[in-house]
């Protein structure tokens, strides 16, 4: 009989690429995918330690995660629990102390080991640990990719540099990575032949991609967008220092490349970018949008922000709202700064207390909110092009995605999931826009 895999996913698209890729790497064991725990002979938590909450999170669910173990154990049943991601990475030997009953800790860099993994806790009876950063990238060993639906997310790029005095990120995932281009075109065409039409590349830092003497992530994006069948590409989550004149560029020369960038900026406040180790101003930030939107003048930008870093006055906070509205963002990610263990941030002096972050988290996200509502509003009469990708509530109905991500439903007769069509927007609904043929 298949036996049944459960996999949760915490953070990033990173984890999610990471997640697919481990059910991939399962299924020639057997493992097919269940949506319940309860079901489950294995049970992957693929973390993420990029915040304390998230951190947490994993803990929590260990705890429920045993009693179903138990449970599952009393009937004779088996139950392997992998935890995975970087809380694995950071704090593997943690989770056994706190949940001795895990029989796999695996770190973003091992999972093509589990295999072996899985057949090691079978016999070892005791758990196993695997957090190295092995020589040999896990890219090499995974089989092909298996598409789900029209769109999907292809890692080119691993770990950073970078080095903001926030992020665990650099300690995670590790130094930065670049595939090949050809493992990347090959993985692109096995998707797009399994009926992909929309590819996301992704990267921690995606546009530092350099996998290809002579080539920038334009460069791959340009051979991408030749394979047949792909209609639509985007790129995240990328760095403002890292976007190059001839990324830039291609914005103007590749239709296929949607008007839609995720380009974090954290803070609008020069103090604070600088503390934050960003190797960018605001200005620098400002000449960028403008460049961009040069190139591609109907672009929308989205970005992350933290509030309540080390030293962030009101003063400065206000820089950050002063920004947001000057840039116009269309839809962002804002959180409150968490000091992460063995960061540089983490020991600064001038933590910000929890009520004065949670106040600014509050105002910020208001702001972005409207901006949001505006950008919503302001697409209806617009004609755009959308992604058909799922089945809508009526039989007559499908829904799909704008080029900004907006969800957008449309009552189209003949129209079909894969399908690109113009459409105009006729209204704005509370979660998504209504669309009619253009
Ligand atoms: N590489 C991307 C960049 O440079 O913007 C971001 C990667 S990180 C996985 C995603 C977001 O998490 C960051 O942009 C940042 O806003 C947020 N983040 C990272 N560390 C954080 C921390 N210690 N506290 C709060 N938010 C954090
Ligand atoms: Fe973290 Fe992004 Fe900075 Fe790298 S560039 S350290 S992933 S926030």
Known sequence: MAKRLFIKTFGCQMNVYDSARMADVLAPLGY??????DDAD????????????????????LGRLRKIKEARAAEGLPMVLAVAGCVAQAEGEEVLRRAPFVDIVLGPQTYHRLPEMV?????????????????EPKFDFLPEARAEGTNAFLAIQEGCDRFCTFCVVPYTRGAEYSRPAAAVLAEAAALAAQGVREITVIGQNVNAWHGEPGWDLGTLLTALA?????????YTTSHPRDMSDSLIAVHRDLPELMPFLHLPVQSGSNRILTAMNRGHDRDQYRRLADRLREAR???????DFIVGFPGETDADFADTLALVAEIGF????????????GTPAAAMEGQVPEPVKEARLAELQALLYRQTEAFNQACVGREMT?????????????LGRSPYMQPVHVRAPGQRIGDVVRLRIA????????????
């Open 32 to 37: 097919g995918p269940t949506d319940r725990p």
């Open 42 to 61: 294995m049970v992957i938590l693929n973390t993420c330690h990029i915040r304390e909450k998230a951190a947490e999170k994993v803990f929590s669910d």
């Open 119 to 135: 057949a090691q806790a079978a016999r070892a009876g005791g758990a196993v640990l695997d957090t190295e950063f092995p020589t």
């Open 226 to 234: 030749k394979i047949d069948g792909i209609e639509r590409l985007r």
């Open 297 to 303: 003048p109907d672009l929308a930008l989205s970005s």
């Open 330 to 341: 269309v839809q962002t990610y804002s959180f409150k700064y968490s000091p992460r263990p």
């Open 386 to 398: 959308v992604l058909l990708d799922r089945p809508g509530r009526y039989a007559d109905q499908l």
């Open 427 to 438: 209204a704005v609904h509370p979660n998504s826009l209504e669309a009619v043929p253009a």
